[in-house]
């Protein structure tokens, strides 16, 4: 089966929207896409860098259909393992917390990562949206 611009315009990609200020000092926003970086929008509003982002990635899209260009879809399966480098102190710290609460190293760093939920609190300059989208081509 041959892929269709609708089909990837229709995945659940990673928008990020981001509050810049534009080459006059104004605030302006950016919205791209985590899994192809280089698709931008930008606009006065949130609303509109949704906009301009959406109509540029339909564009994308159809010159790398066209072109046979690979196109990266949404990762929506994870394997629940990370390996992570650290400072060794670090490492060492975390070891000695962890045998403090009687539980494995691993076990307690994931309760740390969980708590502090890295990533998912956008602030009014920074959101992260992800999700299918609406017949505006908007996410819901």
Do not use: F, W
């Not at 089909?7 to 080459?23: F, Q």
């Not at 982002?53 to 879809?73: C, F, Q, S, T, V």
Request: net charge positive.
């Amino acid at each position: 089966m041959e892929k269709s611009i609708e089909y990837y315009m229709d995945l659940p990609y990673t928008i990020v929207v981001k509050k810049e200020k534009d080459n006059k000092g104004e605030d302006c926003y950016i919205s791209r896409l985590l899994e192809i970086p280089h698709v931008l929008g930008d606009g006065k509003t949130p609303q509109e860098a949704m906009e301009c982002l959406n109509m540029h990635m339909r564009m994308a899209i159809k010159a790398y259909l066209r072109d046979g260009i690979p196109i990266a879809e949404p990762q929506t399966e994870y394997s629940g393992n990370i390996n992570i480098r650290v400072d060794p102190e670090l490492h060492a710290n975390l070891a000695r917390e962890a045998a403090v609460y009687d539980i494995s190293l691993n076990k307690y760093t994931a309760l740390i990562l969980e708590r502090r939920k890295i990533g998912m609190q956008p602030t009014s300059a920074n959101r992260l949206v992800r999700g299918k989208r609406s017949s505006a081509g908007m996410r819901k």
